[in-house]
């Protein structure tokens, strides 16, 4: 059971963000004190990634914790209303995250996922991480949980 009514949790729900979250920002901001120029949610390529580097052919995903279930990860709990949507609805999102990698992958980029848990635990060790990844051009994926 729902512990507020539905017209406020559509206005709750509708208020959460696509773009620029926190956790993006905080990558954002990490990866251009490095040094590092990107662009931001190219449509033009598969899943429209949050960061893309063209210098180095990486695109960035900075996946919230919830929306992406993120396995094992605290922040990733299934609501218990509703849960028979919430598991078709979450593992879609994971289904299709890995489609999109898949494409971009075989289109010639290497793919970096960056879990908004990662963000919050070490944002400096997580930034370490992908700034070597990024620049020693090793591996077609990471992933930063």
Do not use: Y
């Amino acid at each position: 059971m729902d512990v507020v009514d539905k017209a406020t949790r559509s206005r709750m729900m509708a208020g959460i963000r696509a773009k620029d979250t926190k956790p993006e920002v905080m990558v954002r901001r990490a990866l251009h004190a490095q040094g590092l120029r990107f662009r931001l949610h190219r449509r033009d390529l598969p899943g429209t990634p949050d960061i893309v580097l063209p210098r180095h052919k990486v695109a960035i995903f900075v996946h919230g914790c919830f929306w992406h279930h993120h396995q094992g990860c605290q922040n990733a709990k299934l609501p218990t209303t509703r849960p028979e949507f919430w598991a078709t609805k979450l593992q879609g999102n994971r289904d299709r995250d890995a489609a999109r990698i898949g494409e971009l992958v075989a289109l010639g980029w290497r793919v970096a996922i960056i879990w908004e848990c990662a963000t919050r635990r070490d944002m400096s060790a997580t930034a370490g991480s992908a700034m070597d990844w990024i620049r020693n051009g090793t591996g077609l994926t990471l992933k930063i949980e």
